[in-house]
């Protein structure tokens, strides 16, 4: 096959065993015979080096020596697979002028800007550009909240004692600063009549015959009961709890000073005068999630596309990819779900996962996470992925770490999680609050509780370690997840909150349950701005 667009190129080098610099891939497709000078470049390159630079190549093109006899290059790559896509991918524009506004479920709430790119040139269509040489002594990352390797829960009773106590302790410090907290037993003490504040986890949310709202909750001291009247408004936010949770009441202890008449409810919350960091230059990462290699419906084309772009002069300010979970598709995640897939190995579809992943220019740098259709313990927090899967992907040097994490890069911290927990808040709150259709709104009441995982004993497993690893201690500025399978994003607070869609369309499963989702999107976030683009590739 002829290696017309720079992913032809990537995809013959992922073939024999090298990523490569993303200017490096432009010289090679530009060239005027790309077989016999890819040829000549992985001739030129050391034996134990995994990365075509660009050195390599020019020196291959600058050589004297005559091409090397290639004839057609290509071979079994994953480009040349039958298309494993339903067909709902329609064929992309090639119009690099721009085009209309992604419309998507998750709109604009909150700002960002949601341009959408009509689709990414060829690269005959890249006029004179010869790419450009990213700058990667600029790139920093720091990882911080990765349960990888610390791990020490066994399952016992007193484990899940000790995370929910260091839950409460860290919310509470959050919240000390807006009520005078008193413990449960020390209300308890108190005089009918008198102010009280509470801070404590919520035990038991029910209604009273007469409509009002009855509160249960609990500190490390015992279990007090709040009642919220159905005709204060504060009794909508009622609506907003659930179980397990962090929160502060202020009220009035009723004249035997058995119960708090609430006046006030107060959330952990993100501070509204929160201001997010930026970087210091024009820089920018691609956010995806739910790539579902092994899949039947992985749209194996709409990635080709994402891809070739990131190729183009369009995409060379993107360095970082940043990717929420679910490489793969996972076995036994559902029911009957071998029927739905393609590769029915584990390890060879992580292994098919890699070959997709050297299609990304060599010189970007990957942030993963894992989700629950992946090869880790599905229980909250979960470690990165083991070592026999770190080197079946490790040819791209991609950094791995656990679910979820806040990754920095250049002064912008990231809080990726893969979003299990998305599902719950969907489920207990009201539509308007959180919806699958506008998913950036869960992850809202998600900052707004300053966890990720609030409610325990739902779908949700959690696992009891000696800290929990799912509180949301620094407030960051992008917080990115996935899970749901639908696109949107907004602000909360000056947070960007992005729910990036996935590489999947719609399996039997998922029509089975309603679910329609969003796939081929890639949200682009300017770092230096927080503004975004989402680039439609299906």
């Known amino acids: 096959m002829p290696l017309e667009t720079p992913v032809r190129v990537a995809q013959e080098l992922a073939r024999r065993g090298y990523n490569a610099e993303r200017e490096a891939v432009t010289l090679l497709a530009g060239a005027a015979d790309p077989a016999s000078a890819l040829d000549r470049a992985v001739e030129a390159t050391p034996d134990d080096a995994l990365r075509l630079t660009t050195d390599h190549v020019r ?46 479920a998750g709109g604009t709430s909150g700002g960002g800007r949601a341009a959408g790119a ?69 209300i308890q003490a108190m005089g009918g009549g008198s102010d009280a504040e509470m801070i404590g986890l919520v035990n038991d949310i029910r209604s009273t015959a007469s409509g009002h709202w009855l509160i249960e909750l609990e500190d490390t001291t015992g279990v007090f009961p709040c009642l919220v009247m159905k005709d204060r408004d504060i009794a909508e936010l009622v609506e907003e709890l659930l179980l397990d949770e962090c929160i502060a009441v202020q009220g ?37 999630s739910d790539v579902h290699v092994g899949s039947q419906e992985f749209m194996a084309e709409a990635w080709h596309d994402f891809a070739d772009w990131l190729h183009t002069e369009e995409a060379e300010h993107v360095e970082y990819l940043l990717v929420a979970g679910d490489m793969v598709e996972g076995v036994g995640v559902y029911p009957n779900q071998d029927e739905e ?23 970007m740098e990957i942030v993963m996470i894992p989700g629950n259709h992946d090869a ?37 911290s990231v809080l990726m999680y893969h979003g299990v927990s998305l599902d719950e808040v969907i489920a207990e709150l009201p539509e308007e609050k959180a919806s699958y259709d506008e998913p950036h709104k869960p992850m809202y009441q998600l900052l707004k509780k300053r966890h990720v995982a609030p409610q325990y004993g739902g779908k949700l497993r959690v696992a009891p370690e000696e800290k929990d690893y799912l509180v949301i201690d620094e407030v960051p500025d992008i917080f990115h997840t996935g899970h749901v399978h639908k696109l949107g994003w907004g602000k909360y607070h000056n947070v960007l909150a992005v729910n990036s869609g996935c590489w999947q369309a719609q399996t039997a499963f998922q029509k089975s349950v309603n679910i329609d989702p969003d796939a081929g999107f890639a949200p682009v976030v300017d770092l230096d701005t927080l503004d975004m683009t989402v680039y439609d590739f299906s």
Do not use: C
């Open 252 to 288: 009035t202890l009723a004249d035997d000073a058995g119960i708090m008449f609430v006046d006030a409810i107060h959330f952990p919350d993100v501070p509204r005068t929160h201001r997010p960091s930026t970087a210091d230059r024009h820089v920018q990462a691609a956010l995806i």
């Open 376 to 412: 880790v313990r599905l229980a909250e927090p979960q470690p990165a992925f083991d070592e026999t899967l770190r080197e079946i992907m490790s040819v791209h040097d991609a950094q791995v770490t656990g679910n979820p994490s806040t990754v920095t890069i250049e002064g912008v």
């Open 59 to 104: 020196a291959a093109l600058d050589a004297e020596t005559p091409p090397a006899s290639g004839g057609d290059v290509g071979g079994d790559t994953p480009g040349e697979d039958p298309s494993v896509s339903t067909g709902e991918a329609g064929t992309r524009s090639q119009d690099t002028g721009g085009g209309a506004a992604v419309e998507t």
């Open 118 to 186: 009509g689709g990414p040139a060829d690269a005959s269509e890249s006029g004179d550009w010869a790419g450009r040489s990213v700058e990667q002594a600029l790139h920093e990352i720091e990882i911080a909240g990765d349960i990888t390797g610390r791990s020490t829960g066994t399952g016992e009773y007193d484990d899940f004692v000790t995370v929910f106590r260091d839950r409460y302790e860290r919310l509470a410090g959050q919240l000390r600063g807006r009520v005078n907290h008193r413990p449960a037993e020390a």
């Open 341 to 363: 897939l393609d590769i029915v190995d584990i390890y060879d579809q992580y292994r098919r996962f890699a070959e997709y992943l050297k299609e990304v220019p060599g010189d």
